[in-house]
């Protein structure tokens, strides 16, 4: 399916980052805004992304944070690399998120996509199976309503303000991987798991939905490389680490991450697919 790209260009607004990124903080009329974002391994790029965005009339804003996946080594049809995908994806992604409140999440990520793709469909072959993807969180936000989108293992976290912490996942990959099933050959595959990739029509497989903004206190998003602070070394659950994120910010988090992965570097006594992965953190407090 070929979705018509957007007639308006530009580069995207706000603060984006896919290299070692420190905090980064706004604050304005009560809002806060913090993230951060470093690479697993400092001789290679950072594939992750995370931005944010606020429009000149003071209503609202919007997040993104994207996982590249990082392909094993051989040919994967693109010449560009996943650094390259995931910073056009983000920022076109951030652009019409931001600019575009008439189109749902869902299909702001599906003109992205289809605007990536345009840019190297002409060199790359962006059939192969491994062509650079990217999971996604993206959130919106105005006075009357917050809205999210999930795709793939990256987390979205939503305090309530009457408490509790609710955790937005796609958990394709975990259910396959509880039913002992190889993940690899089952990307972007029905009754596998998606990615965003070349073909926009994998938007329809996002988890989204929205809530009264009066009920949303708090919003963070992560990567799998942050997250694995709860999922992979188990050092609190989710309300604890967005306790964390609003204590000590984004970086705090990552930093304790690193930690972890530097007491196991042998992944024996937490099992993992890499000993430090890209990580990217996100706090919003709208």
Not at 102 to 127: G, P
Request: aromatic share 4%.
């Amino acid at each position: 399916m070929r979705i018509p790209l957007p007639t308006f260009p530009g580069r995207a607004p706000g603060t984006g980052a896919t290299g070692e990124l420190p905090v980064a903080v706004r604050q304005t009329d009560g809002m806060r805004i913090e993230l951060a974002t470093a690479p697993g391994d400092p001789r290679r790029p950072n594939e992750d992304y995370a931005s944010v965005a606020l429009p000149a009339s003071g209503d609202g804003g919007a997040l993104v944070v994207l996982d590249g996946v990082t392909p094993p080594e051989g040919d994967a049809g693109c010449a560009h690399g996943v650094p390259w995908y995931t910073t056009r994806l983000g920022g076109a992604l951030l652009e019409l998120t931001g600019s575009r409140r008439d189109a749902s999440l869902a299909d702001c990520l599906a003109y992205a996509i289809a605007r990536t793709a345009e840019a190297h469909s002409s060199t790359c072959d962006l059939s192969h199976p491994l062509t650079p993807q990217a999971t996604v969180v993206a959130a919106r936000w105005d006075a009357d309503r917050v809205e999210y989108l999930v795709l793939s293992d990256s987390v979205l976290l939503i305090e309530r303000t009457g408490g509790g912490v609710t955790a937005v996942l796609d958990d394709r990959i975990d259910r396959l991987r509880a039913e002992g099933r190889r993940v690899g050959p089952l990307r972007n595959v029905e009754g596998g798991f998606f990615t965003a990739a070349a073909d926009p029509a994998v938007t329809a497989k996002a988890v989204t939905g929205s809530l009264p903004r009066t009920e949303v206190r708090a919003l963070a998003a992560l990567t799998d490389g942050a997250s694995r602070w709860v999922e992979v070394f188990h050092e609190g659950d989710w309300a604890a680490c967005l306790g964390l994120l609003r204590k000590e910010g984004p970086q705090a988090l990552i930093d304790r991450v690193r930690a972890a992965e530097r007491a196991d570097p042998d992944r024996t006594a937490f099992p993992r697919g890499k000993a430090h992965d890209d990580a990217a953190a996100v706090l919003v407090e709208p």
